[in-house]
């Protein structure tokens, strides 16, 4: 019999494919599904916009017709003079909405801490980008943010110092414990399929007031102090903060704070927690805590408490922190839950989505973390 020719394979492939448009869909979460069934997801970036849920909500004001187009084509750092094709200067010296991509795999390491400017969406899909250096990434009084598809670690502290900020003008700073992303007085921020690790201080601080956030399809790893959610006990304005937390992976070789909440709202639901050593969740301040379909491994040797909870007995009775349709495996346990169905995220129509049951945790985390996206078919 005469071989088919390879052409004709190709078709009927392609045609079995549009025949069954789901069916890489399966393992794909709420938010992977809005946009990677595209295999035309180059042409039409701003699709990822779209697809965003939780807190931040959906992130169209990042898009339209006036965004301006950057592509970094130069992985080197100017943190007073920014030449044009850099990072830093596509996230400070742009004004209005900026949507920047890669040119090619690259290193960036950071001489000072990296402002973004409010409306400015920061795309890796496509390429391999790896952030290091000082700070790292610093969102500071800004809002309408996306960071999206970077390999950010072996981020360092740094002594007080000036920057170049948004609008072009410089900004000084005071010290930078060395945290991979940092949201001081941020608010509608998107932090979506990252891999963060190896950092001085933590990997990811929400501080100082921000609100309206959603960390989604991230993959921590290899950190002491993962996630922290409000700056510090005294900082009262953290009372309206608001984080939705899904989709992640987190461990291996992660120790605590994932997420450490103080005083506001924390929706943390269908994440991976691959171990731990002192505690997953854990809070302080009477914050409110909402563990959903999570799936918890707990080590095989070691402390087997999700949970780590700071205050008097008094204090920890006002608490609304509690756990709803979770999985526990290798002795994990969640002690005594507090203010049972008191911290409900009362998400609008744009913030909403569904909660998958805890044992698809594994299929809906599958892909956190920077994704391998082909450059002829969808990631």
């Not at 830093?88 to 010296?93: E, I, K, P």
């Not at 959903?292 to 070691?302: C, S, T, V």
Request: aromatic share 8%.
């Amino acid at each position: 019999m005469a071989s088919i020719p390879w052409c004709f394979t190709l078709a009927l492939f392609i045609v079995i494919l549009s025949a069954n448009p789901n069916a890489s869909a399966a393992k794909m979460n709420a938010i992977d599904k809005c946009w990677r069934e595209n295999p035309r997801w180059r042409s039409n970036r701003q699709q990822l916009a779209t697809c965003s849920v939780g807190f931040a909500g959906k992130m169209t004001n990042n898009i339209g017709t006036d965004v301006t187009w950057y592509k970094v084509t130069d992985p080197s750092d100017d943190s007073l003079s920014p030449k044009l094709g850099t990072l830093r200067y596509g996230a400070t010296v742009i004004k209005g909405k900026a949507w920047i991509t890669f040119k090619k795999n690259m290193h960036i390491t950071l001489q000072r801490p990296l402002l973004i400017s409010s409306f400015t969406a920061i795309d890796g899909r496509g390429v391999d980008v790896h952030i290091t250096g000082a700070g790292c990434l610093l969102v500071y009084q800004a809002t309408d943010v996306i960071i999206h598809g970077l390999r950010i670690h072996h981020c360092q502290s740094q002594p007080p110092s000036s920057v170049m900020g948004p609008d072009s003008k410089v900004i000084p700073l005071g010290q930078m414990d060395g945290d991979a992303i940092r949201l001081v007085t941020a608010r509608k921020v998107w932090i979506d399929h990252n891999t963060l690790y190896e950092c001085q201080d933590g990997l990811l601080d929400v501080t100082r007031g921000s609100t309206d956030v959603t960390i989604s399809n991230n993959w921590f790893r290899n950190q002491d102090k993962v996630m922290l959610l409000g700056h510090d006990d005294g900082h009262l304005r953290d009372r309206n903060m608001k984080v939705t937390v899904i989709f992640n992976h987190f461990g291996p070789n992660c120790n605590q704070r994932m997420p450490r909440v103080r005083h506001g709202l924390a929706h943390v639901a269908n994440n991976l927690y691959q171990g731990w050593e002192q505690y997953a969740i854990g809070g302080s301040m009477s914050p409110s805590v909402k563990s959903e379909a999570n799936l918890f491994i707990a080590p095989k040797l070691g402390n087997k408490e999700v949970t780590w909870r700071q205050g008097s007995q008094a204090d920890k009775a006002t608490w609304k922190f509690y756990s709803v349709g979770d999985v526990f495996e290798n002795g994990a346990s969640f002690s005594s839950p507090t203010g049972i169905g008191g911290a409900k995220p009362y998400y609008n129509h744009e913030q909403s989505f569904k909660v998958e049951d805890a044992p698809s945790v594994r299929e809906l985390t599958s892909s956190s973390g920077v994704l391998q996206c082909s450059r002829t078919l969808s990631c």
